[in-house]
């Protein structure tokens, strides 16, 4: 039980850091896509630096997905990590509500992804599977592959990572490359515009990128 608990409680931390720090970055507005990209990434970067002994660092269920389809983690110990991370997301959600007056989030809608006008749903979904893909295959590069020397560094790999994506992909979807940074908000501030996009984009990419790294280029 101690042993798979820690590893939970470690995700719950994680993701609610991202949530808390990405979301209320939105919010605040301070700095723009790029105060925004960088929020996401640093904190992502030095909680992944952090956490990753003790859980693996996913904070994402595309990343835990991947993991799984690479045969990273058993499906018991993936759908665990899964409820931890939306835990700890919708509880980030709760508390930007108490950090933030209506005024303030209402208007990006407590910082839940969504799409541009011009962008359409097939579009969205097809920019976070790659974005997505960008980002588990540097969890694979990074975290997971154990022939590599770089789980030191690791963590800011996948914060740059994800640093680089939003500044991309922000405008177009708010690239999230995460559904339970997209659900935490979204359950908060009651906003659920093509949600879907945010569940069936970063889960094929981060499925890809399971397949790709973790039963291809991982194999010696």
Not at 35 to 50: E, K, R, Y
Not at 164 to 186: E, V
Request: with cysteine.
């Amino acid at each position: 039980m101690d042993k798979a608990l820690k590893p939970c409680v470690a995700e719950i931390i994680g993701t609610f850091a991202l949530c808390f720090i990405g979301a209320g970055a939105i919010c605040t507005g301070i700095g723009g896509l790029v105060g925004v990209a960088l929020a996401h990434g640093c904190i992502l970067a030095v909680m992944i630096s952090a956490l990753g002994h003790v859980s693996g660092g996913h904070f994402n269920p595309a990343v835990t997905f991947g993991a799984l389809i690479g045969g990273k983690i058993s499906g018991g110990m993936a759908g665990a990590y899964v409820a931890a991370q939306l835990f700890g997301a919708v509880l980030a959600g709760f508390l930007l509500l108490q950090v933030f007056p209506e005024s303030v989030w209402k208007p990006v809608n407590l910082g839940t992804p969504g799409l541009a006008a011009n962008v359409t749903v097939g579009t969205g979904i097809l920019l976070e599977v790659i974005m997505t893909f960008f980002l588990v295959m540097v969890v694979y590069g990074t975290g997971i592959d154990e022939r590599g020397t770089w789980k030191a560094i690791g963590g800011f790999g996948i914060g740059f990572t994800v640093l680089a994506d939003i500044l991309m992909g922000g405008p177009l979807t708010g690239a999230s490359m995460n559904p339970a940074r997209t659900f935490g908000p979204a359950v908060a501030s009651g906003f659920w515009a093509n949600h879907s996009v945010y569940w069936i984009g970063p889960l094929i990419g981060g499925g890809l990128a399971g397949v790709v790294y973790g039963r291809f280029l991982i194999k010696p």
